[in-house]
């Protein structure tokens, strides 16, 4: 794999990455397990499956469904809790040199804080990531990323929380993405990634049942990249912080598109279930592109979209 050089390096949030392609929560586990597959100090930074305050067994199988040109899911955020995680995971990440990022979730304002607050002691996290995606139950179950006034008062709880950088990850599932990315922007959020999954449904027509054991799931993959870098692209227009972009990003060139269109840092997510080194080959591929696209360094893609007109 092609070294990328200082063309590629990023500080974004404070924080150093060697390139601007991450991992996305809940496709790379929490990293360690592809270290015998891929040198993960070939990744820009590594964002792990979502965390909660107490250990969630998820959803009931089947999980996954192969989609066209995309994927549905609905693991139901199955993690080991965020103080296993801290024992066991965390050790073997600080390993290697690659920023980590937490991913954060939960069904109450107070889980989401008290997760942080146990994160805030520990040693080798570099931000915090959270999923909005969630509902809360506490408020009849509409989640946090749809609902503006619970958006705004999860955030601004967190951020007085957050001992580290806090990245607000968006829902897509809403009609207008530009109201959610301010109010994360005014309520203190260093950053915001999107897109979180669309809300999809696969179903069996000759059972007439759904393919998901879960009924409804998540679609990602390259289905969804046009929405997603549409997004990305209002998004980076209604806020002055960084932009993360998700959704689909299976190649360096898609990762240039999305800086194009706004993005600081990209996610790379279901291309990681058909190639586990696909983080590290798109940062190089993006490295390699970058002559061609009359830039020496990839900072200069960044909002740089030619609107007709």
């Given at each position: 794999?092609?070294?990328?050089?200082?063309?590629?390096?990023?500080?974004?949030?404070?924080?150093?990455?060697?390139?601007?392609?991450?991992?996305?929560s809940?496709?790379?586990?929490?990293?360690?397990?592809?270290?015998?597959?891929?040198?993960?100090?070939?990744?820009?930074?590594?964002?792990?499956?979502?965390?909660?305050?107490?250990?969630?067994?998820?959803?009931?199988?089947?999980?996954?469904?192969?989609?066209t040109?995309?994927?549905?899911?609905?693991?139901?955020?199955?993690?080991?809790?965020?103080?296993?995680?801290?024992?066991?995971?965390?050790?073997?990440?600080?390993?290697?040199?690659?920023?980590?990022?937490?991913?954060?979730?939960?069904?109450?304002?107070?889980?989401?804080?008290?997760?942080?607050?146990?994160?805030?002691?520990?040693?080798?996290?570099?931000?915090?990531?959270?999923?909005?995606?969630?509902?809360?139950?506490?408020?009849?179950?509409?989640?946090?990323?749809?609902?503006?006034?619970a958006?705004a008062?999860?955030?601004?709880?967190?951020?007085?929380?957050?001992?580290?950088?806090?990245?607000?990850?968006?829902?897509?599932?809403?009609?207008?993405?530009?109201?959610?990315?301010?109010?994360?922007?005014?309520?203190?959020?260093?950053?915001?990634?999107?897109?979180?999954?669309?809300?999809?449904?696969?179903?069996?027509?000759?059972?007439?049942?759904?393919?998901?054991?879960?009924?409804?799931?998540?679609?990602?993959?390259?289905?969804?990249?046009?929405?997603?870098?549409?997004?990305?692209?209002?998004?980076?227009?209604?806020?002055?912080?960084p932009?993360?972009?998700?959704?689909?990003?299976?190649?360096?060139?898609d990762?240039?598109?999305?800086?194009?269109?706004?993005?600081?840092?990209?996610?790379?997510?279901?291309?990681?279930?058909?190639?586990?080194?696909?983080?590290?080959?798109?940062?190089?591929?993006?490295?390699?592109?970058?002559?061609?696209?009359?830039?020496?360094?990839?900072?200069?893609?960044?909002?740089?979209?030619?609107?007709?007109?």
């Open positions: 794999m092609a070294d990328s050089g200082d063309a590629t390096k990023v500080k974004i949030l404070g924080i150093e990455f060697r390139n601007p392609v991450l991992t996305a809940g496709t790379f586990g929490y990293g360690v397990e592809f270290a015998s597959l891929v040198d993960l100090n070939s990744i820009g930074g590594i964002v792990v499956k979502g965390l909660s305050r107490q250990p969630i067994a998820g959803n009931p199988a089947p999980r996954l469904w192969e989609a040109s995309g994927m549905i899911n609905s693991v139901g955020l199955q993690n080991v809790g965020v103080q296993k995680f801290i024992a066991e995971k965390l050790p073997r990440l600080r390993e290697f040199s690659t920023p980590v990022v937490a991913n954060i979730f939960g069904y109450s304002t107070e889980d989401y804080l008290e997760t942080i607050r146990i994160l805030n002691d520990a040693e080798g996290v570099a931000a915090y990531e959270l999923n909005v995606s969630c509902p809360n139950t506490q408020h009849g179950g509409l989640a946090f990323g749809v609902d503006e006034p958006l008062d999860l955030v601004g709880h967190a951020k007085h929380a957050s001992a580290r950088p806090l990245i607000v990850k968006l829902s897509p599932n809403v009609s207008s993405i530009e109201p959610f990315a301010r109010i994360a922007e005014a309520q203190g959020a260093d950053a915001i990634s999107l897109v979180n999954t669309f809300i999809g449904l696969a179903l069996k027509a000759r059972s007439r049942k759904p393919r998901i054991g879960a009924g409804y799931g998540g679609l990602s993959g390259p289905a969804i990249k046009p929405i997603a870098l549409r997004m990305v692209h209002q998004a980076a227009r209604a806020v002055r912080i932009v993360i972009g998700i959704g689909g990003i299976a190649s360096g060139e990762a240039a598109e999305f800086m194009i269109a706004g993005a600081s840092l990209v996610q790379v997510g279901t291309a990681t279930f058909w190639d586990p080194m696909a983080p590290a080959r798109i940062a190089a591929e993006l490295a390699n592109l970058l002559p061609d696209l009359g830039v020496k360094h990839v900072s200069e893609l960044v909002g740089t979209v030619r609107w007709p007109g």
